[in-house]
């Protein structure tokens, strides 16, 4: 089974910048959409962008449109998440996650966590205002 680890998270300054990434080991990810989200306390846990398997196509919460984006770089088995012009409200932690299905990829179901079949154990985001 695939294992995920996530990296990169922080204390940070709003207006400031981070890089997630997510390393891929013991299975592939090269033929599955991937996608980030995050949970902050007391809340439900949201997606917050995704990227196809070929890596030509993204998708972002509304939340994080135009400060987020989401890359991969399949040699190295890695997503990343540049996450920039931070807000306070950013503060989470961060989850990356492989679909269940490979070459999938439909507007419709990437939002959705049961569409995600594994995770890891996600790196805590804090932004101070």
């Known amino acids: 089974q695939v294992q995920l680890v996530e990296s990169g998270g922080g204390l940070v300054q709003a207006g400031d910048s981070l890089r997630l990434s997510c390393a891929a080991s013991?299975?592939?990810?090269?033929?599955?959409?991937m996608g980030w989200f995050r949970q902050a306390p007391g809340k439900e846990r949201e997606f917050v962008s995704a990227?196809?398997?070929?890596?030509?196509?993204?998708s972002a919460a509304d939340s994080v449109k135009g400060r987020f984006t989401i890359s991969r770089d399949d040699a190295k088995n890695t997503v990343y998440l540049q996450m920039d012009n931070l807000k306070p409200e950013d503060t989470a932690v961060y989850f990356c996650?492989?679909?269940?299905?490979?070459?999938?990829?439909?507007?419709?179901?990437?939002?959705?966590?049961?569409?995600?079949?594994?995770w890891g154990q996600g790196t805590q985001v804090t932004v101070d205002s």
């Open positions: 990227i196809s398997w070929s890596g030509a196509t993204t």
């Open positions: 013991r299975g592939t990810i090269s033929t599955y959409a």
């Open positions: 996650s492989r679909r269940r299905r490979a070459f999938q990829w439909d507007s419709d179901s990437l939002t959705r966590r049961s569409e995600y079949a594994y």
